[in-house]
Every structure is written in C-alpha cells, then in structure tokens.
C-alpha cells in the first residue's frame, strides 16, 4: 500500500528542498489576501450548493443542500397518533448527547443537585470529541493572556462572533483545564508542571494543550469513567437517540422521545430541563466531500430544536479542514492533526514547493490547497483519481530532534503504518475534508435558547465561532459551554412546573411544511448514514 | 476492468467483497446496515473489536474493523460489547498509592503474566508489561504505558484470568493526572488572576470596538515565534 513510484518521483523533490525550507516558511497572507482566495476557492462560496430553508423560525437562511432537505424532514413519528401518556423516565436533568458536551453537562447538572439522565445513540463516548487528537487551546501562560486568545478567536472567526460568547469562552478556559487536571485527565507537560504547548493554526501565542495526539479520547474517556462513577444519580441510556423533544402546553420543553435503536421502541422522558448536545453533521457529506467526524454526526440535535423553535445562525459555513488523508484510498478523509503543521511541517506542491504559509486559519489554508490542485495542477495524482499535496511531516524530526513525531504524534504513526507509509520518513499526501459545523442552534452565555428550559451546548450550536473555528478552540467551547448549560439546567429544574405534555410544535411543523408546497426527501433526523451497498 | 474479489465469512456467512476495503467497509458491502460494532470509524473508539481467523491458519487474530484490510479467507466476528469489571470510585477520596489499585481491583495479583493481552492489543501496547506495573503498584508506570489505550475491550476478552486491564489502566491514568503529575504555576497564576479581575477592563475594551478597529489590532498582532 506505499506510495506509486510517481508519488515517489515528487518524495525525492520535497527532500530535495528540505535544507532550503528549515529556515524560509512562506509568507502568511494578508486579510485581503485571505478575502480573496476564499471567495474563490472555498466550497461555502459556491452559489449554488446552498439554498435557504424554508420553514421554520430562521426561514429563508441559507445553508448546504444536503442539511436544507434533512432540516426540511419528515418527522419520524405521527404527532395525532402518538400517546404522550405513559411516562417511562421522569428526571430533572435529560442530557441529549453522549460526548463531551453532554458529558459535562451531565456533570455539571448533577453537582448541582439534579437527578440526570444521559441518552446517547451509539454507546457512550462515541463522539466527535472522542476523535480529537490535536488539543485544546486555553490563555494561561504568562505571555498570553484571555484578551489574546479573544483577538484570535474573532479574527479567525471573520470578526462576527458573538462577542458575550468568546468572552465566557477565553475567561471559562483556564477553569477547563483546571477542572479536567481535577478529574485526573493527563497533559502534556515539561518536569517542573510547566504545560508543553503549541500554536494552532490562526493562534498568535502558543497555547494548545494536548495529551499526546489523543487529546479528545482522553478527556473524553477521564469525563466518561467520571460520569459511570456517578451511577448513583446519572443513568446513561446507549443505543437510544432523541428523535423528538417533546413541549408542554405552555411552550416549555419537557423532555424527548427516545428510540431503541435496535428495537425500534420508543420511550418518553420527561424531565423539567433538557440539554442538547449532539454535535455535528459531518456524516451528511456536504458536496460530496469525505468526512473526519464519527459516524453518529448526523445533524439531528439542529433538526428537533429546530422543529421546538430555536432559531439558527452561520450554516451556511462548514469547516472544512485542509489536511485529510488523501492517500492511502482506505483512509480517504480521515483527519492527520493539524497538530502535524503545529510542529513544524510545511505543506507543498507535487515540485516540492511550497505555496502557502502552513499555520493560515483553516478555511484559507483549505482554499490555498484547493487552488494549488484545481486551478494550478500542482497536485499528485493518486491511483483512485484523487488530488493532494503533501504535508512534509519528516520536517518534525529534523526541527525538534529524532524521535519527536513518535513522541508527539502516536496516534498518526500508527493510523498510516497499518497502510505501510512511515510518516517519521515520508510526507503524508492531504486534501481538505469535511471537518466541523461552525454554525448551529443560536445560544446564550448560560447555555439557555429561547424555548424555556431547553438548553444547547456544542457543536450543535453556532455563533461564539463565528463564521471559522480556529482548532483547539472546539474542545474548549464544549466543555465551557457544557459545563455552564448543565449547571443552568440543574439550578432552574428547581423551579419548573410542567404542564400537559403535547406534540403541537410538530404538528405546526407538519402544517408548515403542506403550506409551503414542500414534499419532504427524507424522514428526520436521520440518525445514521446508510454506507450498505443496494444488494438486490 | 473487473474489480478483485476476495472471499470471507461473516459470522460464519460467505460474501465476495472488494479487495482492499476495511473490515467495517466490507460488512457494508454485504448488505449490513451497521448499529453496533461501529463509532468513530477512525481508529480512536474501540467500537469495532473483531476476532478472526483466516482458512487453514489455526491461529487467532484481532483487529479493529474500521482499520483492518480484508484478506481472502477470513472468518470475522464482531465484539462490540464485552462485560469487563469497572469499579466505582469517588476520585476525590482516593490516594495514589499501590493499595489504591489493590482495593478496587483485587484480581490485579491474579494475573498469570501470559502475554495473551498484549498479543491481542490493536494499539501495539505491551498490556502484560503495564499489567505488571500495575501488580508493583507503579501508577505513573502503568499510566505511561497504557496512554494510547481506546478501551476495546480485547485484552480482557482474551484474558484467562479475566482481568478488567484497560479499566485498571484509567483508574491508575487518572490518579496519575490528578495526584502524580506535576502542578502547573502559572495555570493556577493566571486562575487567580481572573479571580481577581485583572483582565475585566481589558476585556470590556476589546468587547466594544468596531470591527474595523478589530482588524487593525488582529493584522497588528505579534506572533510568538516557533
Ligand atoms: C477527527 C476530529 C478531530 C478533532 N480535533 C479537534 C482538536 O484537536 N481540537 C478541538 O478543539 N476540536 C477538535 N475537533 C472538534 C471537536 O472534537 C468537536 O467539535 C467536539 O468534540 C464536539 O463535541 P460535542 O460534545 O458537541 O459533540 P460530540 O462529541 O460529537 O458528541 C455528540 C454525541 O451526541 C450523540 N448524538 C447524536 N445525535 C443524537 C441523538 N439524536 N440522540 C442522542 N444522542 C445523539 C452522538 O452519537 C455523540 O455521542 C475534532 C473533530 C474531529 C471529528
Ligand atoms: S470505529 Fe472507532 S475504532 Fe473502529
């Protein structure tokens, strides 16, 4: 499965231009600069691979088509047919999602004195946070500082972030970090406590924490294994989405219907606070791009909020992160680090060159190596058809010493080993992949929407992002936000009464679709792809 | 041109799949719509433990189906879910000593050192040797060797002393963060400098300025070298 020997050809003119490359980076671009590559080159910018939605509280925003027909969706369940009367679960606290925005949530919640319960779709921790592996980004180091990292955050985002929210961001995220240590999760750090860490792309200090390049799987795991301690007063519930929340009679939400996803069962859970936490909706393969998100990123959380009427902002921008895998064919679209290029290694042409600075924000980064494929034909071919340029991982080595990619990078070592490429020796050919969603459900600092007592916390949410994610800064904003919408959601259960319980937000929903003429393509939320091959 | 076709058996059920594609990809190609057995498809969730064997080789493998080629003659069995022990703690009431470990998981000191958990270990770990570490009561030892552990459960799946080894891990994992590890001055500097509102003024500032100012002050910045 190693390289052709054409990919080889073009190996031996990026070592070729290594000694010139040690010293010169290519130069970062300037804001009108950035303005311009991504008008042209980045996949958001295309006309008409978007449309508005059109139903619905944000009727008429646009966003990818493929996410407008799922939002459009039919519901799963016949709102007149439907009995709200038998209870299976009552609870203070329900937590939709079982990553680690739900998971802190559920913390959180429960420090607070609630009863929680946890429901998840696949089994607990299967999640986009288990999947990070670059880190988390905080302002701690003494030439850093909150106000900093705030700068980053808007600049990268194109200066349209909700400025309360990247406020409660960069202030929470010390606290984070210093909650996570609490719970015994393990950074990297020097011998006297000192926390290795290094830029990400779009940052101006070098603050991203990381636990070798299985950053999210640590804190994911270390809050999961904290969670399961806490039996006592969190149920998880595994194999059980939400595929509806339900109201009560005075617009208030009062809980979700949840579906055995082996049985087909369907549950009521009422609870006086609901938290959504969902993530993403990668696995809709936006424009047909390959994705780097879990399999269970399917949008749903923004299809049933939606539907309970919280408004949405910035869909009409996903991240799309410029280094995929693009070889070997197995491995197309899993996500290498940008860790990789926090390190050291430069990003270059089939020539060996190099044609953009390597640490840009990831919407120019992307739009530079689409440019250099598509409109330039500077990229390697691979035998599937596929295009990429390579990313000069051996470049570590030689910047930081021998044995620093083993080191530093594990998790990437062994993913392209099991294919027969050695990426301590040989670059890693890349194009940009389907990553993260940058907009969402719109929130406020305490993690509250505007329907009373649902909150939302993660991916599944948009707006402290603004319109680009900077990495590192995504970790940070589930955990901050998790924590603070599970610890609203505790302390308001407190004093909620609920009323009857009814489906009436879906039966408008249902009414609003027949008036606009629209014949849904899809029953949502879809909860999972469909990869099975049409057997006969 | 024909695509190659190789032979394997899922739970015991022959198929002719694509050469080259991953377990978890040849299952979809035979017509199973994947619930369990599949999380993050990338390597990091241990969802997708499977055991196999391949026609006239006696000996058993393991793999990760999301990360395993398929071969001519491979007998798959899925194991999304196995029942290891996990024990329950208050983190905050622990010490990290070797008695820690002893309590919680007495059947640590049953362990008979065969090596079947690091020859059955997707991630390439040396699960005898942290196993080992754990017997001695070395925390920051086990915590080290078992880093890279995604908890698929297959060591303790082909375990015959039936040790629970990937959550014997975390627990000493986490005592290792929490107590071991060195503390960090200036994290818990600058939590005091919040705390005291040393960067309120500051913030308020930067809140309220136009996004022309924003860019002024962003294209400004200085970078802190590599
Ligand atoms: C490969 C990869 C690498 C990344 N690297 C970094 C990084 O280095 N730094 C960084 O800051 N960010 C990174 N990110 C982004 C970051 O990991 C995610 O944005 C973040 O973890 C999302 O957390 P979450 O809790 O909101 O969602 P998730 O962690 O995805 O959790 C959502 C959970 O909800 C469940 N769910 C979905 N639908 C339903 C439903 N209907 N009912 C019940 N449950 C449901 C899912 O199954 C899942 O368990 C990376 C992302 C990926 C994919
Ligand atoms: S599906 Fe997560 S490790 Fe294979």
Redesign the interface.
Known sequence: MSYTPEMRESIKKVEATRPYRLHNDFPPM??QEREEILRKFHPDYIEDKMRPIRVGVSKGQRMPLELADVMEGKPRIDPDKFDLSEVDYETDVLVIGGGGAGAAAALMAQEHGAKVILATK??F???NT??AQGGIQA?????D????H???V??GGH?VNI??LV?ALV?DA??V??WL???????D???????RTQ?GGGT???RMHS??D?S???IM??LR??V??R?QDITVLE?SPAIELILDENGQCAGAILMN??TGEHLIVKAKCTVLATGGSGRLHYQGFPT?N???ATADGLVIGYRAGVPLIFLDTMQYHPTGAAYP???VG??VTEKVRGL?AQVLNVDGEQFVFPREPRDVESAAIIRECVERKKGVKTPSGMCGVWLDSPMIDI?HGPGTIQREL??MV??FK?FGIDITKEPILVYPTLHYQNGGLQYNVDGSTVVPNLFAAGEVTGGVHGRNRLMGNSLLDVLVFGRRAGTSAALRSKEVKLGRLTLDHVRQWIRELKEAGIEPKVESPIL?P????K?K | MAEEMVPVYIMGKLYEVPA???IM?AM?????????G????????G?CATVYRIANDPKLYVGLAC???VQPGMYLAQIPFFPAE?A????NQLKPEPETIFKLYPQVLRCLGCGTCTKSCP??LDVRAYMAAAMRGDIARV?DLS??C??CGLCSARCPAEEPQYNIA?LC??????YL???????????RE?QEGK?DE??KK??SLS?DE??K???A????P?
């Open positions: 300037s804001l696949l089994r921790g299967d999640a288990m999947m302002a701690d180091k003494p030439n500082s909150p106000v900093i705030y700068l980053d808007v600049g200066f400025p309360d406020e202030m010390p606290f970090i210093s240590e609490s719970l015994g999760m393990m950074f750090k020097e011998p006297d406590g000192t926390m830029h101006s200090r070098k636990a070798r299985y999210g799987a640590e795991r270390t294994d904290e399961r301690n039996y194999f996803l082996e780097t879990h399999y269970g064919e197995q491995i899993l996500l050291g910047l594990p998790a062994r993913q099991r999972l469909d990869y099975t091959r057997v | 080259g594609l991953t990809k979809e190609y035979a017509g199973y719509r994947l619930i369990r599949v999380g993050c498809r990338g390597g990091f969730c969802a990360q395993t080629i996990k329950l703690y208050d983190i991630q390439e915590a880093f890279d995604i908890m975390i994992r986490r005592l290792y963060g929490k590890a060195p503390r960090s001055k200036h994290l818990e500097e600058r939590l919040i960067f500051e913030m930067i809140k996004v924003l860019k002050l962003y294209s910045r200085d970078i802190e590599e």
